[in-house]
C-alpha cells in the first residue's frame, strides 16, 4: 500500500510564487508518472503539468513558462514551482501518482491521489 501527500499551498499576491510538494509513501518500488491538477471553483479537474518516468515534460498552457514540474525519484517526490501566480491560477491542487508498491514478492501498480492543497492568489 502507499500513499501521497501533497503540501506548501497558501496565499500569494499576484505576481508573487509557490512551491507544492507531494510524497509518494508507503512500500513503494517505484514512482511512474506523476502529475499536478487543479480544480477551481464549481470548475471540472483539469490537468496542470506532467512528469514521466523518463523526466518528459508536459505542461497546460496556461501554466508554460510560469510552472515548473520536476521530480526525485530517490525521494519518491515531485515539485511544481509556479512563479508569476495569476489570480485565475486560483485552485485546489491535487498531486497524482502512478506508484509501484511491493509486499514480500507481490508487486503491485496503482493510481494513488493525494488529499488537495489549496493555493490562493490575490489580485
Known amino acids: 500500500q502507499g500513499q501521497v501527500v501533497e503540501s506548501g499551498g497558501g496565499l500569494v499576491q499576484a505576481g508573487g510564487s509557490l512551491r507544492l510538494s507531494c510524497a509518494a509513501s508507503?512500500?513503494?518500488?517505484?514512482?511512474?508518472?506523476m502529475r499536478w491538477y487543479r480544480q477551481a471553483p464549481g470548475k471540472q479537474r483539469d490537468l496542470v503539468a506532467i512528469i514521466s518516468t523518463g523526466d518528459s515534460l508536459n505542461y497546460e498552457d496556461s501554466v508554460k513558462g510560469r510552472f515548473t514540474i520536476s521530480r526525485d525519484n530517490a525521494k519518491h517526490t515531485v515539485l511544481l514551482q509556479m512563479n508569476s501566480l495569476k489570480p485565475e491560477d486560483t485552485a485546489v491542487y491535487y498531486c497524482?501518482?502512478?506508484?509501484?508498491?511491493?509486499?514480500?514478492?507481490?508487486?503491485?501498480?496503482?493510481?494513488?491521489w493525494g488529499q488537495g492543497t489549496q493555493v490562493t492568489v490575490s489580485s
Open positions: 508507503g512500500n513503494i518500488f517505484s514512482t511512474n508518472t
Open positions: 497524482y501518482a502512478r506508484v509501484t508498491t511491493v509486499q514480500g514478492m507481490k508487486f503491485r501498480t496503482g493510481d494513488y
